[in-house]
């Protein structure tokens, strides 16, 4: 089953015990960088916005009207170690990307992009949309309903990052305030 069902899935789903709230909500970001210096490298960190305990990001994609394709390299990390990694061609602006990136404050995701050209400064556009969670009982209660929606690999890549991140995470971890793109640093590639 692709990743789209599973998030629908999710969406779709009451809380147990009060049913009248949903168990995630849907939220987005979006960067926006105007003047991309030639052979610059940015990185970018991403962690749930506002009280959210956590994000379940799902989709990222560049914007098809301003990004130029084969300019772009972007690596996305997460616990270290990268996650996705290309240059940003046509069928990417096209399509975008599906991940499952479960984004807290302890396991934040850090995406560096790299204008490749070398000549010119470019215009780097960008969004992402995710799942919002908000409480670690919520976390967990996403991890049950997903053991039974599927046995898939997909699934059970997604329930082996929620585990990382159950695990991970402190049960008395601070929520959310770590803001949508805080940007780290910037440098020249020489």
Known sequence: ????????YLRARRRIGNPQFPLV???GQQTHIPVF?????????????GDDYA????????DQGVVIPDVFSVDIHQWGQRVV???????????GIDAFL???DATPVVFTLT???????????????????????TLEEVYGVIQQ????????????KLERTLDTVPVTARRGGGGAVPILSSRRVR
Do not use: C, H, K
């Open 1 to 8: 089953m692709a990743l789209g069902s599973m998030v629908e």
């Open 25 to 27: 909500g849907q939220g």
């Open 37 to 49: 210096a030639a052979s610059a490298i940015t990185t970018i960190e991403l962690r749930p916005p």
């Open 55 to 62: 994000s379940i990001g799902y989709r990222v994609f560049a």
């Open 85 to 95: 990694s290309g240059v940003i061609d046509a069928a990417i602006l096209r399509d």
């Open 102 to 104: 479960v984004i807290t």
């Open 115 to 137: 204008n490749r050209d070398t000549v010119n400064a470019r215009i780097w556009s960008n969004s992402m949309l995710f799942l919002t969670v908000d409480s670690r009982p």
């Open 149 to 160: 929606f599927s046995s898939s690999s997909l699934v059970q890549d997604a329930l082996g």
